[in-house]
């Protein structure tokens, strides 16, 4: 079966995004073991695990492009395991950012609270896959990728509320008051990691909202300017 231009732009963006934050991700990596950089060691690994959240759609992306079918309807839950297990490692080492450049005093309660709420959406996705999110009904036969919704009735859907909006104030609002409190190049700095933690928990929200389209290529194309914001912001 063809694909349809809003598969296309659904497959391609997805995998835009997973092999652009694995190549940024790996650099400032590299740039970090260089300059002996432990907050940007933490941003390196955290921009690949963001990139990984798109591998659902990017596997099954390939499997039609190789096959001209979907990945199986009987292991359809393959796609939740693909995008969602990143999560809770992505925010762990989001919040460690956060909880040492904001407020290292309280760095140990900041990461109990979001490693219990992390843990809780993990073992919802783990676990309970079909409960968690919605799947298209019928199952798509090659002309569309699987595009899954979260389940606003399952307490995954709440834990994952509590860690978006977490990262959001802490990590966004709170870096905006640290560079207002601030002057020059750290100023600067807190400046862009208060866009990163703001621009890519908005971008994947939306990213479950929009249907597929050219809109959402364009959300996702925030998922990479964040990533670049972030080294932006740890740079030393």
Not at 120 to 137: H, K, M, R
Request: proline residues 5%; glycine residues 8%; without cysteine.
């Amino acid at each position: 079966m063809v694909l349809t231009i809003e598969a296309w732009l659904n497959g391609i963006s997805a995998v835009g995004v997973v092999v652009t934050n694995i190549i940024i991700g790996i650099y400032i990596l590299y740039r970090s073991f260089k300059l002996d950089a432990k907050l940007l060691k933490y941003a390196g690994a955290m921009i690949i695990l963001i990139g990984l959240l798109w591998s659902g759609p990017a596997m099954d992306f390939t499997k039609i492009l190789l096959t001209g079918t979907n990945i199986p309807e009987n292991i359809k839950f393959l796609y939740v395991y693909a995008s969602y297990i990143w999560v809770a490692p992505a925010i762990l080492l989001a919040l460690t950012i956060g909880a040492e450049m904001i407020a290292p005093q309280r760095k140990k309660a900041i990461l109990i609270f979001i490693g219990i709420t992390s843990a809780l959406f993990e073992i919802g996705v783990i676990v309970f896959p079909y409960l968690s999110y919605t799947f298209p009904d019928p199952h798509p036969t090659g002309g569309e990728l699987i595009d899954t919704s979260l389940n606003f009735a399952f307490f995954t859907f709440y834990a994952l509320f509590i860690i978006i909006l977490t990262i959001i104030i802490f990590n966004g609002v709170g870096s905006f008051l640290k560079a207002k409190d601030s002057t020059g190049i750290l100023k600067r700095k807190f400046i862009y990691l208060g866009l990163a933690f703001i621009v890519f928990p908005a971008a994947a929200v939306f990213d479950t909202l929009i249907p597929p389209g050219a809109f959402l290529s364009i959300v996702r194309m925030l998922i990479i300017v964040s990533a670049v914001f972030l080294y932006l912001g740890l740079k030393p």
